[in-house]
């Protein structure tokens, strides 16, 4: 598609249950991009993809938090056992090799 | 953490002025880009900068990359109210990762 498309849009879970998220990159976008934003704005990068490879998770907690990327298939983020401090807006980009990114709108995961 | 620094953090301002918005860092970027963000939405991307000194239109939008590699700025001419939302510097770090850092943002608001 032309556009980046985030699935669910809104997430909620109780605090311990699993959270699952989906993006479609832009056809023929091979880099695909997990951001989390949390008060106050700020952008934390999370991990990124080429293809269906890691390319960078420096970002990514250890524990808890997973990505895939799988051929002919929208990438996923995960988060097992999810805690109160993982409520945040979920963005995706993708982009080509280092050219801007482009973001989807987003999934609000709230955890109660 | 952060390596952006933003301001103004926020701005009002009349319909029909200009205005103007910075980001600086410690560190030297490759790429600048300036982004906006509304409501429930993910950031747009409004002008792309790929080298030190490069001066870029889009529109009433005007961003240049600063000779030092480590700032940038944005204006946005004869404001409309539609010109409201949350305005994100972000770029591409000299050290090669393909990740954007981003800025704090700066919250615009149009008085018609």
């Known amino acids: 598609g032309e556009e980046v498309a985030q699935t669910p849009k809104h997430l909620v879970r109780g605090e311990g249950q699993k959270a699952k998220l989906y993006c479609a990159p832009i056809?023929?976008?091979?880099?695909v991009f997990w951001y989390q934003q949390v008060l106050k704005n700020e952008f934390k990068f999370l991990i990124s993809f080429q293809n269906e490879n890691v390319f960078d998770e420096t970002g990514m907690p250890k524990e808890r938090f997973s990505a895939k990327c799988l051929p002919n298939s929208p990438c996923s983020l995960e988060i097992q056992a999810t805690k109160l401090e993982d409520s945040a807006v979920y963005f995706c980009a993708s982009s080509q090799s280092y050219q801007p990114q482009h973001f989807g709108d987003g999934t609000r995961l709230s955890i109660l | 953490g952060q390596q952006l620094n933003q301001s103004p953090q926020s701005m009002f301002i009349q319909e029909g002025e200009d205005v103007s918005m910075n980001c600086t860092s410690s560190s030297i970027f490759n790429t600048w880009l300036w982004y906006k963000q509304d409501p429930g939405e993910g950031p747009v991307l409004l002008i792309a900068?790929?080298?030190?000194?490069e001066l870029t239109s889009n529109g009433r939008l005007t961003a240049q990359f600063g000779i030092t590699r480590k700032d940038s700025f944005l204006n946005i001419s004869a404001s409309i109210p539609s010109d409201v939302g949350i305005y994100f510097c972000a770029g591409h770090l000299q050290t090669g990762a393909n990740n954007l850092f981003f800025g704090t943002g700066t919250r615009l608001t149009v008085i018609p």
């Open positions: 056809k023929g976008h091979s880099y």
């Open positions: 900068l790929y080298k030190a000194g």
